[in-house]
T-cell receptor
Framework: DARVTQTPRDKVTEMGQEVTMRCQPI?????VFWYRQTMMQGLELLAY????????DSGMPKDRFSAEMPDATLATLKIQPSEPRDSAVYFC??????????????FGPGTRLTVL | GENVEQHPSTLSVQEGDSAVIKCTYS??????FPWYKQELGKRPQLIIDIRSNVGEKKDQRIAVTLNKTAKHFSLHITETQPEDSAVYFCAASKWGYSTLTFGKGTMLLVSP
């Protein structure tokens, strides 16, 4: 049963520290998404990759957030410097994109980030 | 861009009752509408979806209806069970586009 994996599952850090979250998409999926989930805002799309190329990162605060796909099996989301308002659950999702029969996105377990 | 509104934000029902969650969307070009279920502390998972060429789709106790003219769609859960308790998210997209615009979610609580 192929699943998206994310590490770490939980991260507690202090304001100003760098945070790196990692995601391994399902093998063969060519689209990767990063979401941030909070009670107030729900699921917000931060960044979107297709075939490792960034297509949309308009939802991401550019001054402190960066997202990359060094290879097809790894996506990273970095926050530097982190701030308390970044506390949230960050989900990675992958999908078959336009080559699939539907637009289903498969979510990872999430990284719960707490910035003190 | 697309905007998806979801109501209610919370819904409490008794076991065995029906539950209905409603969403509206703004972009008339959207034609794919999935629903995701997220149990407490877990990842969102697709439970049912509908494309705009049909008005209704059923899968056992869950069904989704779509009104393209009014730009709204709804999730119907019949004979609710405690294990249906979760947050439900609707979303909208254009078929062939990968990105989804999500509603803010509905917390459904089914009491025994």
């Amino acid at each position: 049963d192929a699943r998206v994996t994310q590490t770490p599952r939980d991260k507690v850090t202090e304001m100003g520290q760098e945070v790196t979250m990692r995601c391994q998409p399902i093998l063969g999926h060519n689209t990767v998404f990063w979401y941030r989930q909070t009670m107030m805002q729900g699921l917000e799309l931060l960044a979107y990759f297709r075939n490792r190329a960034p297509l949309d990162d308009s939802g991401m605060p550019k001054d402190r957030f960066s997202a990359e796909m060094p290879d097809a099996t790894l996506a990273t989301l970095k926050i530097q410097p982190s701030e308390p308002r970044d506390s949230a659950v960050y989900f990675c999702a992958s999908g078959l994109g336009t080559s699939g029969n539907h637009n289903e996105q498969f979510f990872g377990p999430g990284t719960r980030l707490t910035v003190l | 861009g697309e905007n998806v509104e979801q109501h209610p934000s919370t819904l409490s029902v008794q076991e065995g009752d029906s539950a209905v969650i409603k969403c509206t969307y703004s972009d008339s070009a959207s034609n794919y509408f999935p629903w995701y279920k997220q149990e407490l502390g877990k990842r969102p998972q697709l439970i049912i979806d509908i494309r705009s060429n049909v008005g209704e789709k059923k899968d056992q106790r869950i069904a989704v209806t779509l009104n393209k003219t009014a730009k709204h769609f709804s999730l119907h859960i019949t004979e609710t069970q405690p294990e249906d308790s979760a947050v439900y998210f609707c979303a909208a997209s254009k078929w062939g586009y990968s990105t989804l615009t999500f509603g803010k979610g509905t917390m459904l609580l089914v009491s025994p």
